[in-house]
């Protein structure tokens, strides 16, 4: 399933319910909240559960070195977290959303196939599971997940609908009491509760849109979870 998926507005509603995997960084590598296959990759915890070996994790950091070389400049364009790891040194500020969302889909479907080559299909497999388990409610607004789960329109209102209301939930949170607007509530143990709560809640409401056949396509889709 391909990276490139335009959620950069779901990003805290991924970061609060994965903080941590998100706190090292963002989707297709420069995303907010969900990280991309390179990433993932890399992550030790990640290694271990997908069974990545010492070989595989040598290769797979010079596959990503040489591609963030490569596309030093859309890496560049990524800006912030992303901006560091592509060496582009913070380049996302004088870039346009839509480029911004460019790059993330090239550089996210590149890290995909490079890794991809380097991975057993068992281990791919599992990578893409814990990928989309980061990716939340966004995961029900990717075409490829919609087009696997067969959402009827009814159900893509139903989940936009819960989407929209929790980030308006998130927003006055963030915005109102618990302890400071703005980003000061990632640090704060109590507002991060609650907003996990939040999160938790809206995927369980969205879980329950689907059908008996659509949930266990869900289940396929995103494995067992991951902790």
């Known amino acids: 399933m391909r990276i490139g998926r335009l959620v950069v507005a779901l990003g805290i509603v991924v970061l609060v319910t994965t903080p941590a995997l998100?706190?090292?960084?963002?989707?297709?590598?420069?995303?907010?909240?969900?990280?991309?296959?390179?990433?993932l990759a890399q992550n030790?915890?990640?290694?271990?559960?997908?069974?990545?070996?010492?070989?595989?994790?040598?290769?797979?950091?010079?596959?990503?070195?040489?591609?963030?070389?490569?596309?030093?400049?859309?890496?560049?364009?990524?800006?912030?977290?992303?901006?560091?790891?592509?060496?582009?040194?913070g380049g996302g500020g004088n870039v346009s959303p839509e480029e911004r969302t460019a790059a993330i889909k090239k550089t996210g479907e590149a890290e995909e196939k490079a890794i991809k080559g380097i991975l057993d299909d068992k281990q791919m497999?599992?990578?893409?599971?814990?990928?989309?388990?980061?990716?939340?409610?966004?995961?029900?607004?990717?075409?490829?997940?919609?087009?696997?789960?067969?959402?009827?329109?009814?159900?893509?209102?139903?989940?936009?609908?819960?989407?929209?209301?929790?980030?308006?939930?998130?927003?006055?949170?963030?915005?109102?009491?618990?302890?400071?607007?703005?980003?000061?509530?990632?640090g704060n143990p109590e507002m991060l509760q609650k907003m996990q709560g939040l999160s938790k809640e809206a995927m369980q409401n969205a879980v329950k849109v689907l059908t008996d056949d659509q949930k266990k396509t869900y289940k396929d889709l995103t494995g067992e979870p991951f902790r």
């Open 22 to 39: 998100a706190q090292r960084g963002g989707r297709g590598g420069g995303g907010q909240g969900t990280q991309g296959f390179g990433q």
């Open 125 to 186: 497999t599992r990578l893409q599971q814990i990928h989309r388990q980061q990716e939340r409610l966004a995961l029900f607004q990717d075409e490829e997940a919609q087009k696997a789960l067969k959402l009827n329109d009814e159900q893509k209102d139903k989940i936009k609908t819960i989407t929209a209301d929790l980030q308006k939930e998130m927003n006055e949170l963030r915005g109102g009491g618990g302890g400071g607007g703005g980003g000061r509530g990632r």
């Open 44 to 89: 030790k915890s990640v290694q271990d559960e997908v069974k990545i070996t010492e070989d595989q994790t040598k290769k797979v950091t010079e596959a990503l070195t040489k591609l963030r070389e490569d596309l030093k400049d859309d890496y560049a364009k990524l800006g912030g977290r992303g901006g560091r790891r592509g060496g582009g040194g």
